[in-house]
């Protein structure tokens, strides 16, 4: 195809012609065009065309401080001009990656009790954190002499990043049926996910006991010598922000331990304040062996990712070091001083401003308004939350907890609805869920104005819905 190099062409027709978007049906994308967004503030942001949108996603769960934060510019542009870039490879080191490290560290033992936690690997996303985490749980059992304890087991519904390794992880199958996944020694368990998948008459501790039963028959049935790690977001996300059902987490962690397997806790997206604690890990009590982070690690002003890792697995590393020789994984821009510059300003403004806290508080005041407003919808089943992670999800019939039929997908039709509406929500891909998580600055005023929003666009496209659920 021949292409207008000349660039007599607006920004968005340059942007139909030359690019190829993530995670987009590229149908709708040639049909409808791109939404050019050219600035923010704030939890807002403002279109090429000078229209402003409610950020009620926070990006993509990321920005955590907010659109705009003249400090981050200022540490960026002082890192740039004192060194710009320096590699992390052959003990190559810089300050701002040393404290960063030092940092991440210092929250997780004081703030979380997991001074088990020892050591900090950089990279770039939480995509190519957990590919690093896959490396790391086979270069450990490598060097612990049992070769076999290789399988991973994840849950349907959890999102991991969308590498290959990482994209296995992940428990959606629109992420897999393109590109030939899951990889083997990838085991996908149940969603734990209470109000979709009870079975009737089921309370919620039968469930756990069913879904615990399930882990077991698992390892009992691959062999506890071949399975070498459980993943899990404390809540997932992606999936439709669903938290795990009572007494889950302590009795899989219990099992865990009891045949020798790691236990991986992704908190790219609740880490850094979004659950009303600094991390789930803390606010679930959860004793991971690694620990994945992204996003409000920087909140998004640089792309930065963390797996930290537990001193049992760093003994592991360091004993068999001087055989084995480097430890061979890593990444060009691991340790970026950039990054590790806007992550550490990032982190203080956290502190500085009582972020963690405000999540927590405007958080359980974003829930009780939205259920207040719309939890008596006819189409509305559930109105969920943790801190600024919250989610909608819609039923075909509000009694029986029917779901809307496949393919029909009610939550696009409200997001559509709610950016005509000056909104931005995120409609999930698996289930029939809207979900919400606003930068972690967000005042109450603006909580109302999104319930406010919110209610509009649902009463605008409730004919839709109707339509759908006959």
Not at 70 to 83: C, L, N, P, Q, T
Not at 351 to 379: C, Q, W
Request: hydrophobic content about 40%; aromatic content about 8%.
């Amino acid at each position: 195809m021949s292409i207008d190099f000349a660039h007599n062409q607006s920004i968005a027709e340059m942007d139909l012609e030359r690019v190829l978007h993530p995670a987009t049906s590229i149908a709708d994308h040639l049909k409808n065009g791109p939404l050019m967004i050219e600035g923010g503030k704030g939890v807002f942001l403002r279109d090429m065309d000078g229209k402003e949108y409610l950020d009620a996603f926070a990006g993509l769960w990321c920005m955590n401080i907010g659109y705009g934060r003249e400090e981050i510019a200022d540490a960026a542009a002082d890192a740039i001009r004192r060194i710009g870039f320096s590699h992390t490879f052959a003990s190559q080191s810089n300050e701002p990656h040393v404290r960063l490290a030092d940092q991440v560290l210092r929250l997780f033992h004081e703030t979380a009790g997991a001074d088990h936690l020892s050591k900090v690997f950089f990279g770039c996303s939480g995509s190519d954190a957990n590919e690093t985490n896959i490396k790391i749980v086979r270069h450990y059992n490598n060097l612990r002499g049992q070769p076999k304890k290789k399988k991973i087991l994840s849950r349907q519904g959890a999102y991991h990043g969308l590498t290959t390794g990482s994209a296995s992880l992940t428990g959606i199958e629109l992420y897999h049926k393109a590109f030939d996944l899951p990889i083997d020694g990838v085991l996908h368990l149940s969603c734990p996910h209470y109000f979709r998948f009870g079975e009737a008459g089921e309370t919620e501790e039968q469930y756990t006991d069913r879904l615990i039963a399930e882990l077991e028959d698992v390892i009992a049935r691959e062999g506890p010598e071949t399975v070498a790690a459980f993943i899990a977001e404390p809540v997932i996300g992606t999936g439709g922000v669903l938290l795990a059902p009572k007494g889950y987490y302590d009795r899989v962690q219990k099992i865990l331990k009891a045949h020798d397997i790691l236990f991986i806790a992704d908190e790219v997206i609740t880490g850094f304040g979004r659950t009303g604690q600094w991390f789930a890990t803390g606010t679930l009590n959860l004793k991971p062996d690694i620990v994945t982070l992204a996003k409000g690690l920087t909140s998004a002003y640089f792309p930065v990712s963390a797996s930290v890792i537990s001193d049992d697995i760093w003994q592991v590393l360091k004993s068999a070091s001087p055989e084995m020789g480097p430890f061979a994984h890593g990444y060009t821009y691991s340790g970026h001083p950039v990054g590790a510059a806007i992550g550490l300003v990032n982190i203080d403004i956290i502190m500085r401003e009582n972020l963690v806290e405000n999540s927590g508080e405007i958080g359980t005041y974003l829930l009780k308004t939205l259920r207040a407003r719309i939890g008596d919808h006819p189409f509305v089943g559930e109105v969920r939350g943790l801190g600024l992670m919250l989610a909608v999800e819609y039923v075909a019939d509000k009694e029986s907890r029917k779901p809307f039929a496949p393919g029909t997908a009610p939550q696009k039709l409200v997001a559509v609805k709610g950016i005509e509406n000056g909104l931005f929500v995120r409609p999930m891909p698996f289930g029939d869920v809207t979900g919400f998580a606003p930068p972690l600055v967000l005042s109450k005023a603006e909580a109302d104005e999104i319930v406010d929003r919110y209610a509009k666009t649902l009463d605008a496209v409730t004919p839709e819905l109707e339509a759908l659920g006959k």
